[in-house]
T-cell receptor, first 116, second 114 residues
Framework: DAGVIQSPRHEVTEMGQEVTLRCKPISGHDYLFWYRQTMMRGLELLIYFNNNVPIDDSGMPEDRFSAKMPNASFSTLKIQPSEPRDSAVYFC??????????????FGAGTRLSVL | DAKTTQPPSMDCAEGRAANLPCNHSTISGNEYVYWYRQIHSQGPQYIIHGLKNNETNEMASLIITEDRKSSTLILPHATLRDTAVYYCIVRSKTPFRGNTPLVFGKGTRLSVIA
């Protein structure tokens, strides 16, 4: 398997623009997680899905952030409108349910977002 | 999930064993200890996990104290490619609760020196 695939790897945009980050989880995985990493706050969870259904979105910072998982092989994280403080590396991770295997999360390479 | 405490940074000579400590004094009986690492500009990578017995895999060994209040990750022969931030994470693992997100602390920045 190719692992978790994120696109784009780098995104530079101007304040106020809409940004869409994409994630393809590992085939067959039940869970999908979106994390954000900044120097100030480290790695923090934004939202996660189980079987395409959002389970916990309490980490989503504001209404400007939204995430969808229309099917088991694709998820998006959208920021509209973007602000400079949204600049960060965004990671997507996927895993199987814990009663099937070791409950390991597999991370993508991340999307580095810069909002000017 | 229980909170963990790790030293902010450590150095290790290439070829020597790297021993990374983690304190988790408030760990409860159904909580596992997981270790992940993050190499620069990459996503976090799973290393190993355990409940109360020592564990070993192709990457590392995990030693958990008898009272489970602390653990040590051992990289037996560190290489330059092991330079990374290492995260110790405690989380419950119950099928009925379902999967849970990882809560990352600041981790330990390990520098392997030639």
């Amino acid at each position: 398997d190719a692992g978790v695939i994120q696109s784009p790897r780098h995104e530079v945009t101007e304040m106020g623009q809409e940004v869409t980050l994409r994630c393809k989880p590992i085939s067959g995985h039940d869970y999908l997680f979106w994390y954000r990493q900044t120097m100030m706050r480290g790695l923090e969870l934004l939202i996660y899905f189980n079987n395409n259904v959002p389970i916990d979105d309490s980490g989503m910072p504001e209404d400007r952030f939204s995430a969808k998982m229309p099917n088991a092989s694709f998820s998006t994280l959208k920021i509209q409108p973007s602000e400079p403080r949204d600049s960060a590396v965004y990671f997507c991770a996927s895993s199987l349910a814990p009663d099937r295997v070791k409950n390991i999360q597999y991370f993508g390479a991340g999307t580095r977002l810069s909002v000017l | 999930d229980a909170k963990t405490t790790q030293p902010p940074s450590m150095d290790c000579a290439e070829g020597r064993a790297a021993n990374l400590p983690c304190n988790h004094s408030t760990i409860s009986g159904n909580e596992y200890v997981y270790w992940y690492r993050q190499i620069h500009s990459q996503g976090p990578q799973y290393i190993i996990h355990g409940l109360k017995n020592n564990e070993t895999n192709e990457m590392a060994s995990l030693i958990i104290t008898e009272d489970r209040k602390s653990s040590t990750l051992i990289l037996p022969h560190a290489t330059l490619r092991d330079t990374a931030v290492y995260y110790c994470i405690v989380r419950s693992k119950t099928p009925f609760r379902g999967n849970t997100p990882l809560v990352f602390g600041k981790g330990t920045r390990l520098s392997v020196i030639a």
